[in-house]
């Protein structure tokens, strides 16, 4: 183990704004840059002068309803003047949200939106025209224009069809879609014109297939039949001849064949083209299950249906379509132009296998399946309609393209690959058109970190980022100059908002607030809108006005007085020396009052985050508030506590990421053990008075590391776990671990199921019922493989109407109570 260094304590001092000066954040980027991979940086905060350390804490607090802490706001965004805000909160004892607006410009005065108002101040995802002169959007399944002068708005579809997905046409004109059907409204006459429908069966008028004998048998022999062929072609040519004649009549039925089903659908701005991706139902088709769910509200067990196994789901590709709106024309757009389309990124996966089974396996070239990646808006025109790009994965993971497609010769064209050994981040994926200049700008990890760049269709890439930190959310600005974007360049646990230059030069920080962040530019760019938090402090809005260098100043005061008054144990973040790699592991550290006093030494426990990608340790508000507030009060008892950020988690770059391909549980598990050391090393810890927990994916590290590091820990909860991989879905599974098929290795070397014999100390599982992500019967199965086992140390807390993430508070407290008594009796 290597020897701790503390290069440097920095302390941010937390007022109920959760302001932090600057001079200390100089400091701590000062700091963190001067570390070497094997130094620790240490942040640490202190509470809230309410807080008195007589309170105690207790879990029916912590467990109870958290609307006590307070009811953050939601769904932030600015109004269309630039000096109004809107958020959602959440009612007290209720799930019904209110929309909220504040005017800047009255003393931040706070007003509830009035029901009846709704819709004029639901433009969030509003789309504005080229001039800036209006706005589009839906709201409710209708659409709204709205007037960014007079503020008025007038309704522009009053339906029960639902109408998504509006936006402005060059033309002026506003388009939308129901379904598969997409309109365009003609604001000058209020006429409503249909764009195109996608018809997902084959043409009626075109034969497709050829006659058998006995069919053009009876055409021949029974004129009766003969008759009505030729009456139904004279009819059909009849409405062909009065569609090319009639301009009144609509021609804008595309056929995409019988059994598929459209997957994404993009129109052009100009209203004449659209991109089409179609996949076959069956063949995409997702082996679903059930799941009981045994006390519904009529008494009878119902069986909800629920995702498939990875182990079950079929492969499958997807057409991608370019349809001429004008002509009724319909261009296949072939994979084949994709650099790498027909490689066998499995080979040597598949070899591996082959070999354990006595059999040998020859790479193959052959087309891979390949879709339209799952993203938010995958299909990008340029504002003037002249060029599309799109962005495409393969069904093994390992390579993403944005492609940009030729409109003159229907086809792709690769703009950039991304290939990665191991998989494709989810994350990351944000790319569009400059629209002015025709360069397209994305985000890639090829260089081991999030990063933006930019390419014109015909030219190399342009990093405009470079570091050891991530980038993502970006916004670019109207004159299409700037580049906004988020990133923990300070430290991998603090956000900041920057800019830079297209042209790569700029690059400027415009917050500096320490903590967790998130954004959104003013709709004159002259403001940022903050949601921030702190380790102890949940999210609060502020505005930062990029003009000059005034702060940011808080706009929401939502936090309750309780909670700020209790006695909450704030933890360091500390950077600890790994045993396995250069690059510290970075854990949240909980420590009790004069620890490093103590005669006797400490107890422990080690709690594991859930997601596997997610980060943790960082200088936020916690996704795991319940557990912070947990580790308080375990802290107020004389535990430590540390909550580790192991390998796979979010924020420390591509290959912290991947280190668990093929082989889950295990790198996390080495990093488990350093932190131990860590604290036996540097908190007084007692190495035979550790404990560990988490959920999810911390669930399955328990498991991992009960059963795999024996002599570690003395006792382990492990809550919604997964036990065997297989049965996981397939969208995060397939991955890290490929499928089964192709790397049945992967999945048996990190399926905890498979090691169940090494259990020795006490286990505790604690299980929700209707569970639509990790399913029950993960439980059910590894209970009864360490009943065959005969093991004797573990139980089982089963909790019959709780999904994934549980809503109960009298659920979390019976949870909690099992674990508190777990460690209780063991450490």
């Not at 360069?439 to 405009?464: D, I, P, V, W």
Request: charged share 25%.
């Amino acid at each position: 183990m290597k020897k701790l260094i503390i290069s440097s304590i920095v302390t941010f001092a937390l007022t109920s704004c959760t302001t932090t000066s600057t001079k200390n954040s100089e400091n701590v980027q000062k700091n963190v840059a001067s570390q070497t991979p094997h130094q620790v940086l240490t942040v640490q905060t202190k509470t809230s002068d309410l807080a008195k350390d007589q309170q105690s804490i207790t879990l029916n607090k912590v467990m109870s309803d958290p609307d006590w802490i307070g009811r953050a706001p939601e769904s932030w965004y600015w109004g269309d003047d630039s000096n109004s805000i809107f958020f959602n909160q959440k009612r007290i004892g209720s799930p019904v949200n209110d929309l909220f607006q504040i005017d800047l410009d009255k003393e931040k005065e706070i007003t509830k939106v009035n029901l009846g108002h709704l819709h004029t101040v639901s433009d969030r995802y509003a789309k504005r025209n080229a001039q800036g002169t209006h706005e589009v959007y839906a709201y409710k399944g209708n659409i709204f224009l709205k007037s960014l002068a007079s503020n008025q708005v007038i309704q522009l579809t009053y339906t029960s069809a639902i109408e998504t997905s509006p936006m402005f046409l060059t033309n002026g004109d506003v388009a939308y879609r129901i379904k598969n059907k997409f309109y365009r409204h003609v604001l000058t006459s209020n006429q409503i014109v249909e764009l195109a429908s996608l018809k997902l069966s084959s043409n009626p008028d075109v034969k497709t297939t050829e006659q058998s004998y006995i069919a053009k048998e009876q055409s021949e022999l029974i004129e009766y039949i003969a008759k009505q062929q030729r009456n139904r072609k004279l009819k059909s040519d009849q409405t062909e001849q009065l569609k090319a004649q009639n301009s009144t009549i609509t021609k804008t039925e595309f056929y995409l064949g019988k059994g598929y089903r459209v997957v994404h659908a993009s129109l052009s701005p100009v209203g004449d083209k659209m991109i089409v991706s179609i996949t076959n139902s069956e063949t995409s088709r997702k082996n679903s299950d059930i799941m009981p769910n045994y006390i519904a509200e009529d008494g009878h067990v119902k069986a909800e249906k629920v995702r498939a196994r990875v182990a079950d789901n079929h492969q499958y590709s997807e057409e991608l379509l370019l349809l001429d709106l004008r002509t009724g024309q319909k261009f296949p757009l072939s994979f084949e132009q994709l650099t790498g389309h027909d490689e066998d990124v499995l080979a040597k996966v598949k070899q591996e296998n082959h070999q354990r089974k006595g059999l040998s396996y020859q790479a193959k070239t052959k087309p891979r399946n390949i879709h339209v990646i799952r993203n938010w808006q995958p299909i990008k025109w340029q504002a003037d309609g002249r060029q599309v790009a799109v962005m495409l994965e393969a069904w093994d993971n390992k390579d993403r393209w944005i492609a940009s497609i030729n409109l003159l010769e229907n086809k792709l064209e690769t703009q950039h690959r991304l290939h990665d050994q191991a998989w494709v981040n989810w994350a990351f994926n944000e790319f569009g058109w400059l629209g002015n200049s025709g360069k397209l700008y994305y985000l890639s990890e090829e260089s081991g970190y999030s990063h933006l760049y930019t390419k014109t269709l015909k030219g190399k890439a342009k990093q405009l980022t470079v570091g050891n930190y991530e980038v993502s959310d970006l916004t670019i600005s109207k004159n299409e100059q700037t580049i906004y974007f988020k990133a923990n360049k300070k430290h991998p646990g603090i956000y900041e908002v920057y800019s830079i230059g297209i042209d790569g030069n700029g690059f400027k920080r415009l917050t500096n607030l320490d903590g967790m962040i998130d954004y959104a530019l003013s709709p004159d760019e002259s403001k940022l809108l903050l949601a921030h938090s702190t380790v102890t402090m949940p999210t609060e809005l502020f505005v930062k006005s990029l003009e000059g260098e005034v702060p940011a100043h808080q706009i929401t005061h939502t936090v309750s007085e309780e909670f700020k008054a209790m006695p909450w144990a704030v933890p360091s973040v500390v950077a600890i020396p790994s045993s396995y790699q250069e690059q510290p592991i970075y854990a949240r550290v909980y420590l009790p009052k004069d620890y490093d006093k103590k005669k006797e030494k400490l107890r422990a426990v080690m709690f594991s985050h859930g997601a596997g990608y997610l980060q943790n340790a960082h200088l936020g508000w916690s996704l795991y508030f319940r557990e912070f507030m947990f580790h308080s009060m375990l802290v107020q008892q004389g535990y430590v506590v540390i909550d580790m950020d192991y390998r796979a988690s979010k924020g420390y770059g591509r290959d912290w990421r991947t280190a668990i391909y093929r082989h889950m549980g295990k790198p996390e598990v080495q990093d488990m053990l350093d932190g131990v050391s860590w604290l036996v090393e540097n908190a007084n810890v007692d190495p035979n008075r550790v404990g560990t927990y988490g959920g999810s994916y911390g669930g399955f590290l328990t498991l991992m590391a009960l059963f795999t590091e024996p002599n570690v820990f003395q006792s382990g909860a492990a809550l919604r776990l997964v036990s065997d991989w297989a049965y996981y879905n397939h969208g995060y599974t397939s991955n890290i671990l490929n499928t089964p098929k192709d790397d049945a290795i992967a999945y048996e070397r990190s399926s905890p199921i498979y090691f169940a014999e090494g259990l020795t100390k006490p286990l505790l599982m604690n299980a929700p019922m209707i569970d639509s992500n990790v399913f029950f019967q993960d439980t059910v199965r590894l209970v009864q493989r360490l009943i065959e086992l005969e093991k004797e140390n573990f139980e089982t807390a089963i909790y019959p109407v709780e999904p994934h993430g549980f809503i109960q508070p009298s659920s979390w407290l019976d949870e909690y109570r099992r674990i508190y008594r777990l460690f209780e009796k063991t450490l």
